[in-house]
């Protein structure tokens, strides 16, 4: 079964304590995996988009890289600005034009 | 940039009411779909459409009819509301079908059946 597993549910940070986020997927064949930031009240917002094991993608603190099993969203030295919950979405070949599996999310809460 | 535009924010309906949520976007987006967004839960698919007179059924189809009939606009209609869908609705697009590119978001519908 197609699948795809975020861990930790949610994680507490002090303000610049680096960590990182996982996103574990069971697919057939990955077609691209992202990265998506949401903030209460607010829909997903893109970050990444990772095609290929080894491809590496980084903006500002985070940095995300991809195997072939997993990805992670590592966290540098993190600001309060940063709390949201961070979604991981995996497209797959042999799933219809639409599908995109999504996992549940991690909750991020950055104090200062 | 207006982007993937969703109304309203907030609903509340009785049991048995209808009603269609709008979502409009501007980037001249070939694909755009639905999720609705429960606690617990990932985002699921709803309906999804390639182009204008195409839609689709996705994960969680059933209560919810769309219709596409311009690039633009892609509204979802509750039919008969019910308790479980009680919900947060948000509307997607992205440039075309390819599911390896990423989607652009509304910021949702909050809605509450009772």
């Known amino acids: 079964e197609d699948q795809v597993t975020q861990s930790p549910e949610a994680l507490r940070l002090q303000e610049g304590e680096s960590s990182s986020l996982n996103c574990s997927y069971t697919?057939?064949?990955?077609?691209?995996l992202f990265w998506y930031r949401q903030d209460p009240g607010k829909g997903p917002e893109f970050l990444f988009t990772?095609?290929?094991a080894g491809e590496e993608k980084e903006k500002e603190r985070l940095k995300a890289t991809l195997t072939k099993k997993e990805s992670f969203l590592h966290i540098t030295a993190p600001k309060p600005e940063d709390s949201a919950t961070y979604l991981c979405a995996v497209a797959f070949y042999g799933g219809s034009q639409g599908n995109l599996i999504f996992g549940k999310g991690t909750k991020l809460s950055v104090k200062p | 940039n207006a982007g993937v535009t969703q109304t309203p924010k907030f609903q509340v309906l009785k049991t048995g009411q209808s009603m269609t949520l709008q979502c409009a976007q501007d980037m001249n987006h070939e694909y755009m779909s639905w999720y609705r967004q429960d606690p617990g839960m990932g985002l699921r698919l709803i309906h999804y459409?390639?182009?204008?007179?195409?839609?689709d059924q996705g994960e969680v189809p059933n209560g919810y009819n769309v219709s596409r009939s311009t690039t633009e606009d892609f509204p979802l209609r509750l039919l008969s509301a019910a308790p479980s869908q009680t919900s947060v609705y948000f509307c997607?697009?992205?440039?075309?079908?390819?599911?390896?590119?990423?989607?652009?978001f509304g910021d949702g519908t909050r809605l509450s059946i009772l």
């Open positions: 990772l095609y290929s």
């Open positions: 697919v057939s064949g990955l077609r691209g």
């Open positions: 997607a697009s992205r440039m075309t079908g390819l599911s390896n590119q990423p989607q652009h």
């Open positions: 459409s390639v182009g204008a007179g195409i839609t």
